[in-house]
């Protein structure tokens, strides 16, 4: 008996050891702990301490990211929250635990912007954050490790002594009208009344925590990427018309470009980036080259260097200004002209010369979500 308790401890230490090395999960700080201290950028331009929120007679700290959808959808919560505790002496603070390196393109497709420090920067403003905002990635994802959100967002309550008193969701449902139990303001108010916290640990749910250790998962997505196929195919001018018309289910982004025009070279890795964000969602990006038939292997060459395994057109005519009429009679023809369809055919962004990817990712993600929400 004793032989056997001492192996099965031995295998528990080495699952949690296991759990813990394997890039995918770190062990959640439990109840009754003392905070880790950190020194962390935030959106402010500061760096900030654990140390700077000593006043505080609660201490919130949530993980959450910008690429999460789940976490979008508490951001209003969260911020309700800082208002309405900011009198009574809590502090609540949001961190990014997300390393850029461990999010596949992919992984993308139901946001604006990404998880580095620039971009939590204009979701803080463009969100009109009402707390802390910190980075939490690259070298400095050690603290999150520390703290060991399983996902995003993760709640973490401390005491006056900064022991942890509740570790968990926000609530119980991402959708706010079906809320039930408001945990974290259940835990919050215990603290404040000097009351236990009734249910000091649930679980979490969202997206996982992209620990820098998922680098090799963007590795191999890139992988795949670089090895698909590329293909070009001669299009007419009424093949061209019909990418105006509606596509049932489906919003279509149609870049005309050349393989001379400066801007549209510069540009079109992030017009890529695009399609792997959105590709699973129903979005379609088709290219048209705006050359001559002849120089179809030199567009070819350029669609495969930048792995383009999107549709890719080139027009059958020399006459460029059939090409013009035939993609859109408002465009005056510099390169390079871009414009976002939705299903039933109606321009949700048009654009002559270079592309602002944020204000299409703004015109994009409403008309996906029309055709492919997402659960909350």
């Known amino acids: 008996m004793k032989m056997f308790a001492l192996y099965l401890f031995g295998f528990l230490a080495l699952s949690t ?21 950190f020194s962390l950028p935030g959106v402010d331009g500061k760096n ?50 997300s390393d850029p390196a461990g999010v596949r393109p992919d992984e993308l497709g139901y946001t604006d912007l990404d998880d580095n420090l620039e971009s939590m920067k204009i979701r803080a403003r463009d ?20 703290y060991g959100p399983t996902a995003t967002p993760h709640a973490f309550v401390f005491d006056a002594e900064r022991k942890l008193r509740y ?22 108010d215990a603290l404040l009344a000097g009351k236990p916290v009734a249910v000091a640990q649930n679980k979490a749910f969202g ?5 820098a250790e998922k680098s090799g998962e963007v590795t191999a997505f890139w992988d795949k990427v670089n090895a698909q196929p590329v293909s070009i195919e001669v299009a007419n001018a009424d093949v061209l018309k019909g990418l105006r018309k509606g596509k049932p289910g489906v919003v279509k982004l149609i870049n005309v470009w050349a393989t ?5 070279a510069a540009e079109f890795p992030d017009l890529m980036n695009v399609h792997l964000n959105f590709k699973h969602r129903d979005f379609e ?3 048209v080259a705006a050359q001559f038939p002849d120089e179809q292997p030199a567009v070819l060459k350029f669609l495969k260097k930048h792995h383009a395994a999107t549709r890719n057109l080139i027009f059958s005519d020399d006459d460029k200004y059939k090409l013009m009429e035939a993609i859109d009679p408002k465009w005056d023809g510099a390169l390079p002209y871009t414009l976002l369809i939705d299903p039933s055919g109606k321009v949700l962004y048009r654009k002559m010369g270079g592309i602002d990817f944020l204000q299409l990712r703004r015109a ?13």
């Open 127 to 146: 969100r009109k954050f009402n707390f802390p905002y910190l980075y939490a990635g690259d070298k400095y994802q050690g603290m999150a490790k520390a």
């Open 167 to 188: 570790v968990g969701r926000i609530d119980d449902s991402e959708r706010a009208n079906k809320v039930k139990t408001h945990d974290l303001r259940n835990a919050i």
């Open 207 to 211: 997206c996982s925590t992209k620990w």
């Open 364 to 376: 994009l993600l409403p008309a996906l979500d029309k055709t492919t929400p997402w659960s909350g």
């Open 285 to 287: 990006l088709i290219t």
């Open 48 to 97: 900030h301490t654990l140390k700077e929120f000593a006043s505080a007679k609660v201490l919130a700290i949530v993980f959450t990211t910008n690429h999460c959808p789940t976490s979008q959808a508490y951001e209003d919560r969260l911020k309700k929250i800082a208002k309405d505790y900011q009198k009574k002496g809590v502090t609540l603070v949001a961190i990014s635990p």
């Open 17 to 37: 050891a296991a759990r813990a090395d394997d890039g995918h999960a770190f062990p959640t700080l439990p109840v009754g702990s003392t905070a880790p201290d």
């Open 260 to 264: 001379w025009c400066g801007p549209c």
